[in-house]
C-alpha cells in the first residue's frame, strides 16, 4: 500500500512499512494524476485499487 499524508509518502508491504520520504511537491494541489511505472516481466498484480480518503477524515477511517 501506498499513504500519502501530508508532505510524506509511506510504502507500506504485507502491513510493515517498508520506507518513506518526504517532499513538499507531494500536496501540490495541482497534481491530478498518479502513475506506477514496472518492469513488464517482474510485476504481477494480485489486487490493486486507489482510494481518497474524505476530506477532513482520519488516518483511522
Same mark, same amino acid.
Given at each position: 500500500?501506498?499513504r500519502t499524508?501530508?508532505?510524506?509518502?509511506?510504502?507500506?508491504l504485507?502491513d510493515? *512499512?517498508?520506507?518513506s $520520504? /518526504?517532499? *513538499?511537491?507531494?500536496?501540490?494541489?495541482?497534481? /491530478?494524476s498518479?502513475?506506477?511505472?514496472?518492469?513488464?516481466n517482474?510485476v504481477? $498484480?494480485?489486487d490493486y485499487?486507489i482510494?481518497?480518503?474524505?476530506a477532513?477524515a482520519? *488516518?483511522? *477511517?
Amino acid at each position: 500500500m501506498i499513504r500519502t499524508k501530508g508532505g510524506t509518502l509511506t510504502v507500506y508491504l504485507d502491513d510493515d *512499512e517498508a520506507g518513506s $520520504f /518526504a517532499s *513538499e511537491r507531494i500536496t501540490n494541489m495541482t497534481k /491530478a494524476s498518479v502513475s506506477v511505472t514496472t518492469y513488464v516481466n517482474n510485476v504481477h $498484480f494480485d489486487d490493486y485499487s486507489i482510494r481518497v480518503a474524505p476530506a477532513g477524515a482520519s *488516518e483511522s *477511517e
